[in-house]
């Protein structure tokens, strides 16, 4: 079996993502390749081939130009997969390679189970196994899911260029804005998710946070209803933290919160459902309403 | 200007999930339903894109799936959409994003529209893919994962997010598909005149054998609950005594209560 990994590459750096793609590939038991749009000096650790097309020349993102890269390779290489990571960079890109070959795409791969494919589905308290109907497919992987394998040695470089009008041009990065707290410094997290219900609860979430002398963390739908400042935001678009204890407040548990707090020490829960996917990273996941559940702690910790 | 928004319902994510009688997707049974969360964003946006361009501009609603789904069109409605399409498919859970995406692609290639709005992914689903394969059907311009949109000049700024809070700065051309993310804006409340006034909106029904020419691509082959990672102590019960048996857990397990 062969596949052709896409690695990443931004503002100038091989990013370490790029290494996941070879531990996907290992537990696939496949062959890979790699293609990547990057500068000849970043390159990845890797002894196999390397399809390279130069950054300078086909800029970090413009999805029309990279697709065509991609072909160029997938023609040479004819693999039975075609690797993305399940990024900003992969989601936007792997359904335009997969409709122009017209193959399957399975997105955001989190385990490889009898030779099928598992992905997360609503709002990852599911499953799904998933099989393609084509005989080549496009696939996403999960962030985090599989080992980064970084095989170290040097490619054997196949140098890629095409040239291709765009209706899309790309302008410029932005910075993430600055942070005013700095969760990854905190021992205790005390986190307010959509389930706190509304603005006005958020202070009864702040005084459990500060009778442990912790801080306030959010989840995202918190941070853009504007009840929390972004921040305080846990998760890939925000911070990364691992704390002593990180306590979820009504957060059910997406992957993109997962990814920023399931390194934690020790994680508490408060959840009303008792399936919510935050349970899988809980040691301890308490069921009750988070309104009622936490202003008794917080007094009984004040006596 | 001619836009479109493509809306999908999806179950409350607070429901229990239970297989259905095939086990390649969950059961309807009990069940309560709302607007794919992304696709309010995408309305949001499209109905503003729509008070700026003013009279010239038109904005259609598209929604596939049964019946229900005609909850989710009159709430795009009410938010300010001028028409709708119900493309009527009983099985549209069972169609793969390659189908729903070629019916979308089928339904919009008769109507040249200028921007085409979706959600970034479906929350039940959450394929990320619908959007950018109706692009693609259509070659369309195409970008993803928008939090920030402007339209002047027949140009689109689109900002997209990236990870890290690292954002992404790009123009398109019209004709193109914008995915809309999370906090793109802040979706409004419908008011109970627009309720009103949307009744009297037209609602096109099409049923999905006249846009669906595709076999799929992909196939679901089980439907089930993540493999419990164990561990992880549930406590359920009397919440002063819930309390105490945390405080309990704490002392004895971390160093942060001495
Ligand atoms: C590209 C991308 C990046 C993202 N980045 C982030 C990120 O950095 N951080 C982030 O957090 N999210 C991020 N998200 C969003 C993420 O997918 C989820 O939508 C989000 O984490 C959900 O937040 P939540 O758990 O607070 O809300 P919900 O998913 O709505 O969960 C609310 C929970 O509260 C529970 N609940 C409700 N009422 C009560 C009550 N009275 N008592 C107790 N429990 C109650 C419910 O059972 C539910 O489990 C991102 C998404 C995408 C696509
Ligand atoms: N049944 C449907 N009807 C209308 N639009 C849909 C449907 N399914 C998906 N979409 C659109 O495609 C987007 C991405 O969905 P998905 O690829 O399933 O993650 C959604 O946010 C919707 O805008």
Redesign the interface.
Known sequence: MKTLLIGEYREGRLLESTYELLGFAQALGADSSLFIVAREDQLPAFAGKLYLADAAAAGEYNPDLHRELIFQAVEQEQPDYIVFLHSSYGWDLAPRVAAKLKIAQVSEISAITAGEFEVGCCNAKMRRSVKPATEKAVLTIQAGAFPVLQPGGSPQIRKLTASLSSNLEFVGYEPAEAKDVDLAKAEVIVTAGRGIGKKENVPVIHALAKALGGELGASRPVVDAGWVEHSHQVGTTGQTVSPKLYIACGVSGAIQHLAGMKKSDFIIAINKDKDAPIGEVADVLVVADVMQFVPAMTAKLGR | MKLLVCVKQV?D??S??KPDSRG?W?SETDLAWRMNEYDEYAVEEAVKLREQLGESCELTVLSIGPDRVGEVIKKALAMGADRAVHVQDLDAAGK???QI?SIIAGYAKEQSYDIIFTGMQS???????VG??V???LGF?????LVGFAFADGVI?A???????????????IP?VVTCQ??LN?PRYPTLPNIMKAKRKEIAAIPVTELLKE????????????A??G??????GD??E???K??A??KD?????R
Request: aromatic share 4%; net charge neutral.
């Open positions: 179950p994510m607070e229990r999930f390649v969950f793969d994003p390659w995406a929350q039940d689903r959450g394929s990320a893919q950018v394969l692009a693609e059907l311009t195409c970008a993803t994962t700024t900002k997209r997010e990236l990870e890290g809070g690292l954002k992404g700065v790009a123009k398109l051309q193109a999370l906090g802040i076999e799929p691509l992909a196939a679901t082959t089980s439907f089930h609950p993540p419990k990672k561990g992880g102590v549930v406590l359920e919440v002063g819930l309390v105490e945390v405080i857990i704490l397990k971390t160093a942060v209560l």
